[in-house]
């Protein structure tokens, strides 16, 4: 059962910014860390980074290198994705779902990066 919506992507130029949007329902969100991943064409799903219900923020060096911030507004059910500096490797579809589940993917939203 799908419980959560993205939205948010497109097309932007390299260096450019996005936020994205994922609105999860309250039984999902509540108490729940969350998280993002992405899946660039031909590649296995990643995880990008996430956050826990009490605002405490993780990300992957590698992926993010300081360019990306992760938020959310508990009252929303909502969680965020700040994605700034953008390059043509950020390209993907972007997930988020509950930490550790391996079902329920929504649709996710299309972020490409290019000129």
């Known amino acids: 059962q799908v419980q959560v919506v993205e939205s948010g992507g497109g097309l932007v130029q390299p260096g450019g910014s996005l936020k994205l949007s994922c609105v999860a329902s309250?039984?999902?969100?509540?108490?729940?860390?969350m998280g993002w991943y992405r899946q660039a064409p031909g590649k296995q799903r990643e995880y990008v980074g996430g956050?826990?219900?009490?605002?405490?923020?993780?990300y992957v060096d590698a992926v993010v290198k300081g360019r990306f911030t992760i938020s959310r507004d508990n009252d929303k059910n909502t969680m965020y994705l700040q994605m700034n500096s953008l390059k043509p490797e950020d390209t993907a579809v972007y997930y988020c779902?509950?930490?550790?589940?391996?079902?329920?993917w929504g649709q996710g939203t299309q972020v490409t990066v290019s000129s």
């Open positions: 309250e039984r999902l969100f509540r108490l729940s860390a």
């Open positions: 956050i826990t219900w009490g605002g405490i923020v993780n």
């Open positions: 779902n509950k930490v550790g589940l391996t079902d329920g």
